[in-house]
């Protein structure tokens, strides 16, 4: 069982390039999140899904855009990269909607905009 | 919205206890959790609080006072392996997730 995926482990992006970042989970998990880790600032929530169907936005949400056609994937959309998108991106699943239960995150995604 | 303050870094001696404090003012209150997160990691779950009250699992201990906005993470016999930032968060009415920017935690033999 793999749990939650990423993809790409790593990117180099030109600013002004569109990118997307994918999370899969194989625990038929509700709910999905994504976040960025950058130094000092800890965790911040960009968009989250409590169902397949909807979504809703996080903490920072501007730049970016999510989708969850279904359970398994919740894609996350850079339309135009920005240099200050430079980041380590987390996604991460809970089978409790709302961020009452435990989260399970995937490796992540080290992204660079230059 | 939620403000979470934690201290940015603690060093310990293998075998030693450690205490993390975490603060936190927020709109609303719907539990507390500790993740643990080594250096190019992702983060993994430690703990969660929502009523009072102290938690215990095995080396490490969770303690919450709702009252106080206050919890603290307890390492106990530390260890080399134990070194790694520890990230307190907690879940709001609006049910997100927010988390502090983290405690680093280094352990020396």
């Known amino acids: 069982i793999a749990g939650i995926t990423q993809a790409p482990t790593s990117q180099i992006l030109a600013a002004g390039r569109r990118m997307t970042l994918r999370c899969t989970q194989d625990?038929?998990?509700?709910?999905m999140y994504w976040y960025r880790q950058d130094l000092g600032l800890g965790l911040r929530l960009i968009h989250y899904?409590?169902?397949?169907?909807?979504?809703g936005k996080g903490e920072v949400p501007d730049g970016y855009s999510v989708s969850r056609a279904n359970t398994d994937d919740f894609p996350l959309t850079l339309a135009s990269a920005v240099p200050s998108q430079t980041s380590v991106y987390f996604c991460?699943?809970?089978?409790?909607?709302?961020?009452?239960?435990?989260?399970?995150f995937g490796p992540g995604t080290r992204l660079t905009v230059l | 919205g939620q403000n979470i303050d934690q201290p940015t870094e603690m060093t310990a001696t293998e075998g030693a206890i450690v205490q993390i404090n975490c603060t936190y003012q927020?709109?609303?209150?719907?539990?507390l959790f500790w993740y643990q997160q080594h250096a190019g990691e992702a983060p993994t779950f430690l703990s969660y609080?929502?009523?009072?009250g102290l938690e215990e699992k095995g080396r490490f201990s969770s303690f919450l006072s709702r009252s106080k906005g206050y919890s603290y993470l307890l390492l106990k016999e530390l260890q080399m392996k134990d070194s790694a930032s520890y990230l307190c968060?907690?879940?709001?009415?609006?049910?997100?997730?927010?988390f502090g920017a983290g405690t680093t935690v280094t352990v020396r033999a």
């Open positions: 609080n929502v009523l009072d």
């Open positions: 899904s409590n169902t397949a169907g909807t979504t």
């Open positions: 625990m038929r998990h509700n709910a």
């Open positions: 991460a699943s809970s089978d409790s909607a709302g961020g009452a239960g435990e989260q399970f």
């Open positions: 968060a907690v879940t709001s009415n609006d049910y997100k997730l927010s």
């Open positions: 927020t709109s609303g209150f719907n539990g």
